[in-house]
């Protein structure tokens, strides 16, 4: 597990699986398949479904095969109207030890008691396998339950501000990059999806230290922009 406050590099990123949990804390629904059906389940903001998920080692010898499997699906979707916006699939797999009840019922009552298999990251850079101990110790990104309102705010309101990041893009952006839009935020920095007139590509523009919690984004941010506006002065955009 990484622990906040650790030292950033240009390279830091979360793990995958604080990459996850993460995923699991902002998800608005997801698909349930258990016994051969499949539904959703809605209004999961605000509530990370794990924190309903008593999720348990397997049982040694093969005795749970005869109980049913279970498999919980979210989609991690850009708030941002970018290309191709789904970012992420994470599938949790596991056997039921308790009837399936709906994890989004508000009371805290209903929970589910789960033998976990894996869980899965799925992103276009390729498929990770997660297990239980690894997943069970990792926390959440502070900024995930904010990342949309504060990647919308920024693109609605300071668009100027998204294209002043691009000074700090390496190699400098040319004349094939149609727009540029915010993609993703988390506690290392910002990724912008930079759109050409064939495909897209995304870059990482680390803060300079990591956050702890969503409380210091806004000064990690304006330090990205003091940043760019130094790089400006320097004659620095694309033409």
Known sequence: MRLFGAPATPAARPTDAERIRSILTAAHSMNVVTDGLRSEVRHLDGSDP????????AEPGGESEHRPAIRLEFTDVAPTPVRDRVRARVTVLGRLLTPYTDLADDSGVN???????RAILETSEGRWHVGLEELDSACPDPLAPYEAGMLTHLL???HDLVTLLLRLVQPLPTSTVLRA???????YGITLRLEERRGHRDVRLPFPS???DVEQAGTQIQALFSTARRNSHRNTLPA
């Open 50 to 57: 794990m924190g309903r998920l008593h999720l348990h080692p």
């Open 111 to 117: 929970s589910t008691c789960m033998e976990f298999d």
């Open 156 to 158: 609605d309101d300071h």
């Open 181 to 187: 839009l915010p993609v993703a935020m988390d506690r």
């Open 210 to 212: 990591p956050l702890d």
